[in-house]
């Protein structure tokens, strides 16, 4: 029968795993390695926001989506900087703009039940969410079919929106690497509107743009950095405040367990940004260009006879908050300066669901706190409160697929550690939890750590009673934090070491005491 089919390769899996889940021992160096990261932003963790879905996040000035703004606010006050929001998108950079369409967006018939939708028509009340949430905006700006003009007066009407104040950047087209034009071509459309923009809206900085948002998988090169800049990208009019690139790790209905729950593949995939971050880092006229990745999902979805395909068990799920941790934080380790952590109506990567969402293929929806927000939270509060700490990050490499450890230094001493156990597990196995077992040795004069968990009570399919540092967020607190459980313990230090046993599919973080 089926079921005895599943138990039995449970059993075997869950016996292989136990089996090699040896101690791992840890030492790492108790002042910041020249291998680690810069002193990591503040605003590290940012939101991207898909155009066609903007309305349902923000609400607008008579109706604001109070719900996403608390979950905004919720990361910028456990890190203590603004939260930055990119807009924009495919459905962006074939959007329209018309001054005197009532509704925020109008899709065209043909483009009901999608996501990202093209060839919408924005009104002005879409410009009211701007408003409505916390922190600051990267506003994209329509490159691919629009005028010179008409590109121009979406700038315009967008930052009279926003204000001077709170545009951390204006981003000038989307994944130009699918325009069919070569990369001189690009560079001369981006200077020609960027100039154009620059003289109508005086009141923007010199150095306001963000370059790039090539998609995720392009080809390196032409797209990227060093041939791009080569080919004059950041000479005037156009001096790049920050570049972009986007990443999505897998696609729809891919294996949990050897993707996004493999340590490994993320590695592998975040190397082919490596030359790109040692070119910026190579000139001192480069390297205060801060690298981002700036439209950033767990995996990229499909559509099926004109229906949007999201496989949330794949990306809604505690599995992809676990991603979401190791993901984060080897990113930082790299150098990556920022990221933009996407956000679509009725995504499977989504952080939070904003409204009600009637999809075709899954029924109703109600708003929700998902998964990977809580994976959002732990790189926050890893990340901390004092943006004067200088905190840097550095990967501790442990030669695994399925752990990964991470070393937390403020002012150039070790304060906090990051244990992730990616090793996939459910609950309907009925087989015990395995664990991975660390010991790690600290510095002297610690005498204690205090950790928090990242955790779900069904492992890496959970969908619901997700908690960090035994809080959860949910849509019926309004996205305030609520009292779950009381996951935090301290364990004692002893002969300069520290033992803790982390279960599979759980993330902790261990902050020194003294």
Request: charged share 15%; aromatic share 10%; proline share 7%.
């Amino acid at each position: 029968m089926p079921i005895r089919i599943v138990s039995s390769i449970a059993i075997t899996l869950s016996v292989f795993s136990l089996a090699r889940s040896a101690a791992i021992s840890l030492a790492p160096p108790t002042t910041a390695p020249d291998t680690a990261s810069g002193p990591i932003d503040h605003s590290y963790i940012g939101f991207g926001i898909e155009c066609a879905s903007f309305p349902d996040y923000s609400g607008n000035s008579s109706n604001p989506n109070t719900f996403s703004a608390q979950l905004i606010d919720n990361i910028s006050n456990k890190t203590g900087a603004p939260v930055f929001t990119r807009v924009g998108g495919t459905s962006l950079d074939n959007a329209h703009y018309d001054a005197s369409q009532t509704a925020a967006v109008v899709r065209p018939p043909d483009q009901e039940g999608l996501n990202v939708p093209i060839n919408i028509t924005l009104g002005p009340s879409w410009f009211e969410g701007f408003q409505t949430l916390p922190g600051k905006w990267i506003l994209n700006v329509p490159l691919q079919f629009l005028t010179v003009n008409e590109s121009v007066q979406f700038a315009q009407v967008g930052v009279e929106a926003i204000t001077p104040a709170n545009l951390q950047s204006l981003e000038i087209g989307n994944e130009p690497n699918f325009y069919n034009i070569t990369v001189p071509e690009y560079v001369d459309k981006f200077k020609t509107y960027a100039s154009f923009i620059s003289a109508a809206i005086p009141s923007i900085p010199d150095v306001i743009y963000q370059g790039l948002a090539i998609a995720s998988g392009a080809q390196f090169p032409p797209w990227d950095v060093p041939t791009l800049f080569n080919a004059g990208v950041d000479t005037n009019p156009s001096d790049l405040k920050s570049v972009s690139y986007h990443y999505y790790q897998t696609y729809y209905n891919n294996n949990i367990s050897t993707t996004l729950l493999n340590h490994t593949d993320t590695v592998s995939h975040l190397s082919v940004f490596e030359p790109s971050l040692a070119y910026l880092q190579s000139s001192p006229n480069t390297s205060t260009i801060p690298f981002v990745l700036g439209e950033i999902g767990s995996a990229l979805n499909g559509v099926v006879n004109g229906n949007q395909v999201n496989d949330f068990s794949l990306e809604g799920v505690l599995g992809s908050a676990i991603w979401t941790v190791d993901f984060l934080l080897y990113a930082a380790s790299i150098g990556v300066s920022r990221v933009s952590m996407q956000q679509i109506t009725g995504g499977g990567y989504d952080g939070w669901q904003p409204v009600e969402y009637n999809t075709a293929l899954y029924g109703l929806e109600q708003p929700a706190t998902l998964p990977p927000y809580y994976g959002y939270l732990f790189v926050a509060d890893f990340i901390g409160p004092d943006p004067s700490s200088d905190l840097k990050i550095s990967n501790i490499d442990l030669n695994s697929e399925q752990a990964s450890a991470y070393a937390g230094y403020e002012g150039g001493n070790l304060t906090k550690i990051a244990l992730v156990n990616t090793e996939y597990w459910l609950s309907d196995w009925g087989i015990p939890r395995p664990t991975q077992t660390f010991t790690i040795a600290v510095p002297e004069g610690v005498s204690s750590v205090v950790v928090d968990k990242l955790l779900g009570p069904d492992g890496a399919g959970s969908k619901n009673n997700i908690t960090w540092a035994g809080e959860s967020y949910g849509f019926e607190s309004g996205g305030k934090a609520v009292a779950a459980t009381d996951s935090s313990e301290t364990y004692p230090v002893v002969d300069g070491e520290v033992s803790v046993d982390v279960p599979a599919v759980e993330a902790w973080l261990l902050k020194l005491v003294s």
